[in-house]
């Protein structure tokens, strides 16, 4: 049992973020903000994935404009990303928010306005006070504060958590608590050293993600063993696996690594073996088929799709349904017990059966609770 990291609470709209509430998946919109009807076609998709907030770039005044068109549409809390531009968070603040996130490496003095960083965050920490809205420090490693590359040379670890405290520092001397803080790296060793040197030193939650983690089977690997070592750990509240992919693939990814730490029980957890020379069915094809009848059952049921009887009854025992392969045939078991042998051609029609018995089973069992 993983024993997690207890923080304090932020609240982005209604979603409650760490004190050991369930961790929270969230992504963030990938077309121009301006394009209010993609954009509010992409929160729509990432609610019905089971995100629970979004986040969403203002790099301009338009895109801050556009806010205004789209938070009253929104089905999710959004959390304005800002870089740069102290204004903008101001404007997103007016637009009505759920949260900001700022870059405190971007927000530097300027001399046009003869204004310090600290005035600049000052303002823009009063709105988020009396908007009664959390703001997240987003240290990152390609775009740390200039001092702290020239200290350590590179975004060292120990660079990334210095330059979120001396933030939190700057907030927490303005009154001002309501704080959530990332420190992501796209070295995977650095990430997870960041956040545990951070857990250490700050009672705020933590938003976990490997930044630019890339794409494919890389990205799913670095983004994997940095949040998942850090869940592991009991660290993280909430999560962002940001890969060069769609918004699906990353709340996918993301409720994955949730289930397979167990943080998450929602959905099918499916297993299947790897295959061998002992294959007595064509497996692919029928994982396949079972991940297309699985994919959108909510319920927390374990299913295994094995290819022979070497570890099939096995992890029949363990699982709710088992599908075990045997000579062009398949044979059904439900929580170990055999329960029907079906023709190889016939066997997704008998798996649909018991996945049905199954999934009211544990309707009436959650309405019994
Ligand atoms: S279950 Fe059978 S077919 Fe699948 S990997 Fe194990 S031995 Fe091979």
């Known amino acids: 049992m993983i024993k997690r990291r207890i923080s304090r ?41 089971g995100a629970k907030v979004m986040r969403i770039a203002v790099p301009d005044k338009q895109a801050a404009e556009a ?26 603040i007016e637009a009505k928010v759920s949260a900001l996130r700022i870059n405190p490496g971007n ?11 600290y005035d600049k965050l000052e303002q823009v920490v009063k709105a988020a006070k009396n908007s009664n809205i959390p703001i997240r420090i987003g240290v990152n490693s390609g775009s740390l504060h200039p001092k702290y590359l020239e200290k350590y040379g590179y975004p060292t670890y120990e660079a990334l958590v210095e330059s979120a405290i001396e933030e939190v520092q700057i907030l927490e001397k303005m009154g001002f608590y309501d704080i959530k803080i990332s420190v992501k790296s796209s070295n995977v060793e650095d990430m997870i050293s960041a956040y545990m040197l951070l857990a250490s030193k700050v009672p705020y939650p933590l938003h976990l993600g490997v930044t630019e983690s890339g794409s494919g089977i890389s990205g799913y690997v670095k983004s994997s063993i940095g949040i998942g070592t850090l869940l592991y750990h009991g660290i993280g509240d909430t999560i962002r ?10 709340i996918k990814l993301g409720y994955e690594i949730l289930k397979a730490l167990g943080y998450e029980k929602r959905g099918v ?80 029609e008998a798996f649909k059966e018991v996945l049905n018995q199954v999934i009211e089973e544990k309707k009436q069992e959650e309405i019994k609770v």
């Open 241 to 250: 696996v940001s890969l060069t992919s769609s918004i699906e693939e990353e």
């Open 107 to 117: 927000i530097l003095d300027s001399n046009q306005e003869n204004l310090t960083r």
């Open 67 to 92: 806010l205004k068109k789209i938070i009253p549409y929104s089905p999710l809390p959004l959390v304005a990303d800002i870089h740069f531009d102290y204004k903008l968070a101001l404007m997103a």
């Open 269 to 348: 957890e499916l297993i299947s073996c790897p295959t061998c020379g002992r294959l007595e069915v064509n497996l692919f094809d029928l994982v396949d088929k079972v991940k297309k009848e699985i994919e959108n059952v909510q319920e927390n049921i374990t299913v295994a799709v094995m290819g022979c009887v070497v570890n099939g009854p096995g992890e029949a025992r363990k699982a709710d349904i088992a599908v075990v392969g045997g000579k062009g045939k398949g044979i059904i078991y439900r929580k170990g017990k055999m329960v029907k042998v079906a023709q190889e051609n016939q066997i997704i």
């Open 9 to 49: 609470v932020v609240k982005i709209g209604d979603v409650l973020i760490g004190g050991g509430n369930p961790v929270v998946v969230q992504s963030m919109v990938k077309c121009p903000t301006e394009d209010i009807e993609e954009v509010l076609r992409q929160l729509k998709v990432a609610k019905e994935l």
